[in-house]
Nanobody
Framework: QIQLVESGGGSVQPGGSLRLSCVGS???????????VGWFRQAPEKEREFVAA???????TYADSVKGRFTISVDDAGNTVNLQMDSLEPTDTAMYYC??????????????????WGQGTQVTVSS
C-alpha cells in the first residue's frame, strides 16, 4: 500500500490561490505515473466529492466546478502530485484528500475505487 501525505492547505480570500501537494512513499511505491491519483474534497455534512485526477494513461480529468481554475500535475520525479488552485471561491472550502490506486478510467471519480488515502489538508476560502 502507498502512504500519502498532503500539504499546502490554508486560509485565503476569495480570488486567491493555493497549491496542494501529495507525496507518495512506501515499500511498494515507485512512481505516481503507474497509478491513478485523485484529489477529493469534503465539506462539513457533505459527501466526499471528486475534484481532479491524473491517470496512469496520462489522462487528466476535472470536476466541472473546478475546470479552468484548478490544475493537477505530476512532478518530474513522479513522486509528488500537485493541485494548483486559482480563483478560489468560498464554495471551495473543504478538507482536501489525495488518493491513489490502480483504477480503470470509468471509476476515476468514485472514492471507493481508491485503495490509498492521505490524512487531508484543510482549505478555507473566506473574506
Amino acid at each position: 500500500q502507498i502512504q500519502l501525505v498532503e500539504s499546502g492547505g490554508g486560509s485565503v480570500q476569495p480570488g486567491g490561490s493555493l497549491r496542494l501537494s501529495c507525496v507518495g512513499s512506501g515499500r511498494t511505491f515507485r512512481t505516481f505515473r503507474m497509478h491513478t491519483v485523485g484529489w477529493f474534497r469534503q465539506a462539513p455534512e457533505k459527501e466526499r466529492e471528486f475534484v481532479a485526477a491524473t491517470m496512469w494513461n496520462n489522462g487528466i480529468t476535472y470536476a466541472d466546478s473546478v475546470k479552468g481554475r484548478f490544475t493537477i500535475s505530476v512532478d518530474d520525479a513522479g513522486n509528488t502530485v500537485n493541485l494548483q488552485m486559482d480563483s478560489l471561491e468560498p464554495t471551495d472550502t473543504a478538507m482536501y484528500y489525495c488518493a491513489a490506486g490502480l483504477i480503470s478510467t470509468v471509476s476515476v471519480r468514485t472514492p471507493r475505487a481508491y485503495s490509498s488515502w492521505g490524512q487531508g489538508t484543510q482549505v478555507t476560502v473566506s473574506s
